[in-house]
């Protein structure tokens, strides 16, 4: 992304002050001053209806347009300059400005006479550089009214670095500005220029023309009792069958304007989340959930917007949120919405909602091209359409308990989410999937804390595995056999667990289950007497746990589902605890408890006496790579732990990812070829064009599935027939900036000061010696902090940020430890060979986005 105050940019040509992208922009504010004497509005979306267009060159006349300001009273200083702006437009004659102070609320709410002045005008001039949630609601409002938008950001550094970073405006023009007269004469230059389209004319074009029953669902970044239960709630719906379509910060990364809106405009409700603590990340979420609240206002969607009581949000559109106070009534609240707008939905069907909803018209054939979601969990019902099988994966349905370890959009979970598919379909196995939430692994972390020695830590987490893991299987058990038609029979097997399980108050949910766990394991560490002997307390602690529950229970299983061919476990998302910090360690153990209790409790299940019936019990547990790395140092015996890599360095293998998505919606006999041959350009620069996008992005599904979406959109939004050249430009900057958010988001908490650490690298050259890398570091850290700065480029060739030379003009990205030590010995050879220091490369996923691009 190029500089917003010096318009320099990878293969872009941009005028000073000025940032836009030239399929998109919907209006050229660096055109020269117009003669105010004679200005003409050329197209009918800058002309007011009811003035009809006057020919100033014919009459000598000057056209009015109508501006709506929405603006922040604070600073005063601003707003004062964007009042004296208003003041030269209207002076000017080309047009009339109307200020959201101009017509006070007087007993009305102010959200509704704001966007009656929204709609009453033509133009919406909007200032968004403090990213006021007012003001973003309005912006959002406005596009989804199709009005032509014009933002402007008062040119400081810390606003500019904000535009840099709240990504979603990037297909809008910007003008930055020092002085409310250079304001009003960008703003005016930009008059004649302007184009008949708006923006969302263009990125309507490829928006899904259907709504769906389902729900868009935005959570916050960090985590709140508020959050935490919404988002429990949102899982529920889902497990139910309800379609959800989640835009987790941890998952999504910066996905583009045209995905949020898609994702509103396709839904049948949207519910999103604030936050009212100030971390930066949590200012930019809130920013960008108020725009699209207002895309949901105006697109006459269910909107529900929740927030905590410590909130301060904005007056506008208070009435509109919801303040959680407790569990109970966000429960009863949530569903009774969710209820509400289904059946608005049921009654009226896709049409819902859409009387005052912007018409969508196609023009292109690349409206066909549904690639699917980039994100696993969002596309589950369609996964099974275009799923690509792999190694990994038939080791997931063949009868063995493992470990399977991948990087962030490998595709655990798409591997995770089929597998359970596949397996469930055959009604002789049991299926249990356990998507513990960060919070539910914070809280047990906090038990181990509690305790000392690693000797109590790993004795505590056994129990806690086994008693979760054995009561997850008997409410799996109990709930597939309510499912059936005959539901339970008194007497039979199922029927004594479910009576046993009743009686002891296990609930029915994982975490409700994990909370009580918790609970009183720290009210009997609390409550023990001092002075009591290891074995004395690890007793009371199991006895306190689960008691005889494990074994009854295991007993109740055997007689329950011996007839069962397989009960399959399938554990994921446990990387969304990890963090660094003092936990470190106790998150170590806590995960290296779970793979080690992966074999002994299919051992134990596979015990036969007459006591005990045998059950074919297999546990699947997927974990990020660079965990996985970490957690196997504290394990004994590593090398009983079953594990599968997951990666995907064949391209041939990565090719077929998109050539699978590519046939689920084509007519049969439809060669995958088709795809690059007809719907892509040929070549970029010289090279085959798939080999270009594969040669840019990081070789994950998730990276390729983004990036060729992005690049339809701006083909289709464009009304190309084809993708062209330019348009793979484009999407290699959206693309490069999701890669850097996702960066950030996933290990941000792993690696201290990595964001600073990464922008200090914008504008370097791409390949670095290793004296300049550890100087750029030691700019952030500070020049007296060697080691740390050795630790932070350890970090950075980690997480694939930086390669490593391991031959003369060869890099490699190692991505896991055993081929990190590997690269760092062939680099070290090759330094000695070539008397020239180590060298490393900046990746090519995030080159655009920091300005990289001077090759070897």
């Given at each position: 992304?190029?500089?917003?105050?010096?318009g320099?940019?990878?293969?872009?040509?941009?005028?000073?002050?000025?940032?836009?992208?030239?399929?998109?922009?919907?209006t050229c504010?660096?055109?020269?001053?117009?003669d105010?004497?004679?200005?003409?509005s050329?197209?009918?979306?800058?002309?007011?209806?009811?003035?009809?267009?006057?020919?100033c060159?014919?009459?000598?006349?000057i056209?009015?347009h109508?501006?709506?300001?929405?603006?922040?009273?604070?600073?005063?200083?601003?707003?004062?300059?964007?009042?004296?702006?208003a003041?030269?437009?209207?002076?000017?004659?080309?047009?009339?400005?109307?200020?959201?102070?101009?017509t006070?609320?007087?007993?009305?709410?102010?959200?509704?006479?704001?966007?009656?002045?929204?709609?009453d005008?033509?133009?919406?001039?909007?200032?968004v550089?403090?990213?006021?949630?007012?003001?973003?609601?309005?912006?959002?409002?406005?596009?989804?009214?199709?009005k032509?938008?014009?933002?402007?950001?008062?040119k400081?550094?810390?606003?500019?670095?904000?535009?840099?970073?709240?990504?979603i405006?990037?297909?809008?023009?910007?003008?930055?500005?020092?002085?409310?007269?250079?304001?009003?004469?960008?703003?005016?230059?930009?008059?004649?220029?302007?184009?008949?389209?708006?923006?969302?004319?263009?990125?309507?074009?490829?928006?899904?023309?259907?709504?769906?029953?389902?729900?868009?669902?935005?959570?916050?970044?960090?985590?709140?009792?508020?959050?935490?239960?919404?988002?429990?709630?949102?899982?529920?719906e889902?497990?139910?069958?309800?379609?959800?379509?989640?835009?987790?910060?941890?998952e999504?990364?910066?996905?583009?304007?045209?995905?949020?809106?898609?994702?509103?405009?396709?839904?049948?409700?949207?519910l999103?989340?604030?936050?009212g603590?100030?971390h930066?990340?949590?200012?930019?979420?809130?920013?960008?959930?108020?725009?699209?609240?207002?895309?949901?206002?105006?697109?006459?969607?269910?909107?529900?917007?929740v927030?905590?009581?410590?909130?301060?949000?904005p007056v506008?559109?208070?009435?509109?949120l919801?303040?959680?106070?407790?569990?109970?009534?966000?429960?009863?609240?949530?569903?009774?919405?969710?209820?509400e707008?289904?059946?608005?939905?049921?009654?009226?069907?896709?049409?819902v909602?859409?009387?005052n909803?912007?018409?969508v018209?196609?023009?292109?054939?690349?409206?066909?091209?549904?690639f699917?979601?980039?994100?696993?969990?969002n596309?589950?019902?369609?996964?099974?359409?275009?799923?690509?099988?792999?190694?990994?994966?038939?080791?997931?349905?063949?009868?063995?308990?493992?470990?399977f370890?991948?990087?962030?959009?490998?595709?655990?979970?798409?591997?995770?989410?089929?597998?359970?598919?596949?397996?469930?379909?055959?009604?002789?196995?049991?299926?249990c999937l356990?998507?513990?939430?960060?919070?539910?692994?914070?809280g047990?972390?906090?038990?181990?804390q509690?305790?000392?020695?690693?000797?109590?830590?790993?004795?505590?987490?056994?129990?806690?595995?086994?008693?979760?893991?054995?009561?997850?299987?008997?409410?799996?058990?109990?709930?597939?056999?309510?499912?059936?038609?005959?539901?339970?029979?008194?007497?039979?097997?199922?029927?004594?667990?479910?009576?046993?399980?009743?009686?002891?108050?296990?609930?029915?949910?994982?975490?409700v289950?994990?909370?009580r766990?918790?609970?009183?394991?720290?009210?009997?560490?609390?409550?023990?007497?001092?002075?009591?002997?290891?074995?004395?307390q690890?007793?009371r602690?199991?006895?306190?746990?689960?008691?005889?529950?494990v074994?009854?229970?295991?007993?109740?299983?055997?007689?329950?589902?011996?007839?069962?061919?397989?009960?399959?476990l399938?554990?994921?998302?446990?990387?969304?605890?990890w963090?660094?910090?003092?936990?470190?360690?106790?998150?170590?153990?806590?995960?290296?408890?779970?793979?080690?209790?992966?074999?002994?409790?299919?051992?134990?299940?596979?015990?036969?006496?007459?006591?005990?019936?045998?059950?074919n019990?297999?546990?699947?547990v997927?974990?990020?790579?660079?965990?996985?790395?970490?957690?196997i140092?504290?394990?004994?015996?590593?090398?009983?732990?079953?594990?599968?890599?997951?990666?995907?360095?064949?391209?041939?293998?990565?090719k077929?990812?998109?050539?699978?998505?590519?046939?689920?919606?084509?007519?049969?006999?439809?060669?995958?070829?088709e795809?690059?041959?007809?719907?892509?350009?040929?070549?970029?620069?010289?090279?085959?064009?798939?080999?270009?996008?594969?040669?840019?992005?990081?070789?994950?599904?998730?990276?390729?599935?983004?990036?060729?979406?992005?690049?339809?959109?701006?083909?289709?939004?464009?009304?190309?027939?084809?993708?062209?050249?330019?348009?793979?430009?484009?999407?290699e900057?959206?693309?490069?900036?999701?890669?850097?958010?996702?960066?950030?988001?996933?290990?941000?908490?792993?690696?201290g000061h990595?964001?600073?650490?990464?922008y200090?690298?914008?504008?370097?050259?791409?390949?670095?010696?290793?004296?300049?890398?550890?100087?750029?570091?030691?700019?952030?850290?500070?020049?007296?902090?060697?080691?740390?700065?050795?630790?932070?480029?350890?970090?950075?060739?980690?997480?694939?940020?930086?390669?490593?030379?391991?031959?003369?003009?060869?890099?490699?990205?190692?991505?896991?430890?055993?081929?990190?030590?590997?690269?760092?010995?062939?680099?070290?050879?090759?330094?000695?060979?070539?008397?020239?220091?180590?060298?490393y490369?900046i990746?090519?996923a995030?080159?655009?986005?920091?300005?990289?691009?001077?090759?070897?």
């Open positions: 992304m190029p500089d917003p105050q010096t320099q940019g990878t293969g872009q040509t941009r005028s000073t002050d000025l940032l836009e992208l030239p399929h998109l922009v919907q504010w660096n055109t020269p001053q117009p105010a004497q004679c200005v003409q050329a197209h009918r979306g800058f002309t007011n209806s009811d003035e009809g267009h006057r020919d060159a014919g009459q000598g006349e056209v009015e109508k501006v709506f300001l929405g603006y922040s009273k604070n600073p005063t200083e601003i707003s004062q300059e964007i009042l004296h702006a003041t030269v437009i209207n002076k000017s004659g080309l047009a009339e400005t109307q200020t959201w102070e101009a006070p609320a007087t007993g009305r709410l102010i959200i509704e006479t704001v966007l009656q002045g929204i709609d005008s033509t133009i919406c001039l909007f200032d550089t403090t990213l006021s949630e007012n003001v973003l609601f309005e912006v959002g409002y406005a596009f989804s009214q199709q032509h938008l014009v933002l402007s950001v008062h400081t550094p810390k606003s500019q670095h904000d535009w840099r970073s709240f990504d405006f990037s297909t809008i023009g910007c003008i930055f500005y020092e002085t409310g007269s250079e304001l009003a004469s960008k703003f005016m230059t930009g008059l004649t220029a302007a184009s008949e389209k708006t923006l969302w004319d263009d990125i309507s074009q490829a928006l899904d023309g259907h709504v769906r029953n389902s729900i868009f669902y935005v959570p916050t970044y960090h985590t709140s009792e508020s959050e935490r239960n919404l988002r429990r709630m949102v899982a529920r889902r497990d139910l069958g309800t379609k959800v379509t989640i835009a987790d910060p941890a999504q990364g910066s996905a583009p304007l045209a995905w949020y809106v898609n994702a509103v405009y396709s839904s049948a409700a949207t999103l989340q604030m936050s603590e100030r930066d990340r949590n200012r930019l979420h809130n920013a960008r959930t108020a725009f699209i609240a207002g895309i949901a206002q105006g697109l006459n969607r269910p909107l529900m917007v927030v905590d009581e410590d909130y301060r949000g506008d559109y208070k009435d509109i919801y303040t959680y106070h407790n569990k109970k009534k966000l429960s009863e609240k949530l569903n009774s919405w969710i209820r707008s289904f059946d608005a939905w049921s009654r009226e069907g896709s049409t909602g859409q009387s909803t912007p018409k018209e196609l023009a292109t054939e690349l409206k066909d091209l549904k699917g979601d980039y994100v696993a969990e596309e589950s019902d369609t996964l099974d359409e275009y799923f690509v099988e792999t190694a990994e994966y038939e080791a997931v349905l063949r009868e063995s308990s493992v470990v370890v991948g990087r962030k959009g490998m595709g655990k979970s798409a591997n995770m989410i089929r597998a359970s598919q596949v397996l469930g379909d055959d009604k002789r196995n049991l299926v356990i998507r513990p939430t960060n919070y539910d692994l914070d047990l972390v906090s038990v181990l509690s305790i000392g020695g690693n000797g109590n830590q790993a004795f505590l987490v056994e129990s806690f595995w086994r008693f979760l893991l054995y009561s997850e299987i008997a409410l799996s058990a109990v709930a597939a056999a309510e499912r059936l038609p005959a539901g339970i029979s008194p007497g039979t097997p199922i029927y004594h667990l479910r009576d046993y399980l009743a009686q002891n108050e296990i609930a029915d949910e994982f975490s289950r994990l909370e766990v918790i609970e009183s394991a720290l009210a009997e560490l609390k409550d023990a007497p001092r002075g009591n002997s290891i074995q004395k690890r007793e602690v199991t006895q306190v746990l689960h008691g005889n529950l074994g009854n229970l295991r007993r109740l299983l055997g007689e329950a589902l011996r007839d069962r061919h397989r009960v399959a399938l554990v994921d998302n446990l990387d969304s605890s963090t660094r910090s003092a936990q470190l360690q106790s998150q170590a153990v806590l995960l290296v408890g779970l793979l080690g209790a992966v074999s002994r409790i299919a051992e134990d299940f596979q015990k036969e006496n007459n006591r005990l019936r045998s059950v019990v297999t546990i699947s997927f974990l990020r790579s660079d965990i996985y790395d970490e957690v140092k504290e394990a004994r015996e590593p090398d009983k732990i079953n594990t599968k890599r997951i990666d995907w360095n064949q391209q041939e293998l990565l077929r990812v998109m050539d699978e998505r590519y046939l689920s919606a084509r007519p049969s006999g439809a060669s995958p070829d795809l690059w041959q007809r719907f892509f350009c040929h070549e970029v620069d010289g090279v085959p064009t798939l080999d270009h996008i594969l040669a840019t992005i990081l070789p994950r599904p998730r990276d390729l599935v983004y990036f060729c979406k992005v690049a339809v959109l701006n083909a289709a939004n464009s009304r190309h027939s084809v993708v062209e050249v330019g348009d793979i430009r484009e999407a900057s959206t693309y490069s900036k999701f890669a850097m958010d996702a960066l950030l988001v996933e290990h941000c908490s792993t690696i990595l964001e600073d650490v990464i200090e690298f914008t504008g370097s050259e791409e390949v670095l010696t290793r004296s300049t890398a550890l100087e750029l570091i030691k700019a952030v850290l500070g020049d007296d902090q060697e080691a740390a700065a050795e630790e932070c480029l350890e970090g950075l060739l980690k997480i694939s940020f930086l390669g490593i030379e391991v031959r003369d003009g060869e890099i490699s990205y190692p991505d896991r430890a055993d081929q990190l030590r590997k690269a760092k010995i062939l680099a070290r050879n090759a330094s000695r060979r070539t008397k020239r220091e180590v060298r490369q990746h090519p995030y080159r655009n986005f920091l300005e990289i691009g001077i090759p070897f």
